[in-house]
């Protein structure tokens, strides 16, 4: 995908200085784009690994920001340990080291709710106005982050307080909607290629509409729907991610289903992001079943996971010792999954390998595009 069209469209509004349609191209780049912009900012200034940094810095910013949510609502303990669980699930780091825009959807979701937490405890609407804010970041980053300002807004009005629930939704809806005006006026869609049968085919050929929706596509991902299905997808989310687009999320997502166990007595804060993962995951899960599109709840299963760690420590030494010693081997096993995953780019991080011989040896199409470089004329 970053071949095909984050770096690749990036490339092209650094040096045309336009963000827009791509002509002769596909229609990504009318696509929410916040997260490429970052990726222009680097390409602008010629520094293309600056790019990766960018979307590590999500990662690195997200772990950040679930160690101070946990220390304001639970303990400095169960800061420390929830960051490192979310910061190691094989997903994240995978994701991270590579120059897509998953996790920017992952950062600003948890600040979202992260805001919206603060606003349930204090009733200031500022934080109402930055929860919608961060919500306005996420769909402009992927068309699935729309899910997320409906949980919040729904909270919102559980709480019948409709000054916040409106500030919300004018804010979200102000940080969002260049990305989605743009598209109407160029496609007369603002969700395009998406609801043609809504806002029409644009005047394209209704197989072209379903191709770039990669619709075929995404109805082979995943385990399908059922009861059945849903019994078993908790096994082949773990032990065949293939199914559900080849990422991985490992073990912590039993978390969603082992938690409810735990509900009485459980903090309300706890409560709170549960529900929110549970209603999430249902929508993704009816929705499409591709797990980079589960992530954002991974901040909040590390922080369900270390509260509950903690919580059952409490009972006994025994008890203690035995959770805490499966939380180091599962913590040691995802450190060495991600180190095999990433081994291969160790060489070009630390200078010893040169970013030609590990093109060369990773992307097929670089010996040709090389040559056509040096060898064809400059126009």
């Not at 590579?98 to 204090?122: K, R």
């Not at 009005?157 to 598209?183: D, E, M």
């Not at 735990?262 to 249902?282: E, P, T």
Request: hydrophobic share 50%; net charge positive; with cysteine.
């Amino acid at each position: 995908d970053s071949m095909v069209y984050h770096l690749k469209d990036a490339r092209y509004f650094a040096e045309h200085h336009s963000i827009g349609h791509i002509p002769y191209d596909s229609t990504n780049a009318l696509w929410p784009y916040l997260v490429e912009m970052y990726f222009v900012i680097a390409l602008i200034f010629g520094r293309y690994e600056l790019a990766g940094v960018f979307h590590v810095s999500f990662a690195l910013a997200g772990a950040a920001a679930i160690y101070a949510f946990s220390k304001r609502f639970f303990t400095r303990q169960s800061g420390f340990l929830a960051s490192t669980l979310f910061f190691f699930i094989p997903g994240i780091i995978i994701l991270a080291v590579q120059t897509y825009v998953d996790l920017g959807l992952v950062f600003y979701a948890f600040m979202a709710v992260y805001a919206y937490s603060i606003w349930a405890q204090t009733k200031q609407t500022k934080w109402a106005a930055l929860s919608g804010a961060m919500c306005g970041l996420g769909l402009s980053v992927k068309y699935f982050g729309i899910v997320i300002p409906f949980i919040l807004a729904f909270y919102f009005l559980v709480k019948r307080n409709i000054k916040s629930f409106l500030l919300f939704c004018v804010v979200a809806l102000a940080a969002s909607i260049l990305w989605y005006v743009r598209q109407y006026i160029v496609f007369g869609n603002p969700v395009f290629p998406f609801l043609s049968q809504v806002f029409g085919n644009s005047g394209l050929d209704p197989q072209v509409i379903e191709g770039l929706s990669e619709k075929t596509i995404r109805s082979t991902y995943g385990a399908g729907l059922g009861v059945k299905n849903f019994i078993l997808f908790w096994w082949q989310i773990i032990f065949s991610p293939k199914k559900f687009g080849g990422e991985h999320i490992g073990p912590i997502i039993l978390i969603l289903p082992f938690s409810v166990g735990f509900l009485r007595g459980m903090d309300r804060n706890v409560k709170r992001i549960l529900i929110f993962s549970w209603v999430y995951f249902i929508a993704w899960f009816f929705a499409s079943q591709n797990l980079r599109f589960l992530f954002p709840i991974a901040p909040f299963l590390a922080i369900i996971a270390a509260y509950l760690v903690l919580r059952i420590a409490a009972y006994s030494k025994m008890t203690k010792r035995l959770i805490l010693g499966v939380c180091g081997i599962y913590l040691m096993g995802c450190f060495a999954f991600c180190f095999y995953h990433v081994r291969d780019t160790i060489g070009v991080v630390c200078g010893l390998e040169s970013k030609e011989s590990y093109l060369r040896r990773n992307e097929r199409s670089f010996e040709v595009s090389s040559y056509i470089n040096t060898q064809a004329p400059k126009r």
